[in-house]
């Protein structure tokens, strides 16, 4: 699950970090940017490629 | 989030993984009582073995089976073990059934924290904000 990639990712790195993303989920994009909402964090970037998507995360908290 | 979990058959337990990796994304405890087919599916011996499908969709359990390996789906038992590492995953078994079915501590999964009776579980799920029976 991409989601829960990212939450451990997220763990890893230092606030003020990104993480970037790429899942072939279509659910992705709209789940991670609610989740990053809800969490503090702040979705930078989202590039569509050719069967996935790139979501870029920056750790806020 | 509280979640009863009467079912033992992959396609139920399937949400059981994914609703509980999401509770704990969204930063949610989540409490799981196992109880009647739900325990014999965290049994050490079925826990990752398992592939019984629901009758009514017996016919396509081999094809989603399949694409589940195919896309590398992970089983519901690892997502419900990779949720308890990263948040407050409980993971109960009934003790009725537990005893009805004549098991031991050892049968069970690791994953299995404590064997309680509905009277304590409920307790537990009284404050949940999302309950669900599966």
Not at chain 1, 26 to 43: C, F, L, N, P, Y
Not at chain 2, 53 to 79: C, H, I, N, T, Y
């Amino acid at each position: 699950m991409p989601l829960m990639k990212l939450v451990e990712a997220m763990k890893e790195v230092d606030i003020g970090r990104t993480v970037e993303v790429w899942s072939s989920d279509s659910g992705s994009q709209r789940d991670i940017s609610r989740w990053a909402e809800k969490m503090g964090h702040e979705v930078v970037a989202v590039n569509h490629e050719q069967g996935y998507d790139r979501i870029k995360v920056r750790r806020r908290k | 989030m509280a979640i009863i979990v009467f079912s033992g058959t992959v396609d139920k337990l399937m949400p059981v993984g994914v609703l509980t990796s999401g509770a704990i994304a969204m930063d949610m405890d989540v409490d799981l009582f196992f109880t009647f087919w739900g325990l014999t599916a965290i049994r050490k011996d079925a826990v990752d073995a398992n592939s019984r499908f629901s009758k009514d969709f017996e016919d396509m359990g081999a094809m989603l089976s399949q694409l589940m390996k195919q896309k590398q789906v992970p089983r519901w038992s690892d997502m419900v073990r990779n949720a308890k590492k990263l948040g407050n995953v409980r993971v109960h078994a009934c003790s009725m059934t537990y005893d009805l079915m004549g098991m031991n501590k050892e049968d069970l999964d690791d994953m299995v924290d404590d064997v309680i009776a509905v009277g304590e579980f409920i307790d537990r799920a009284r404050d949940a904000k999302i309950t669900l029976f599966i």
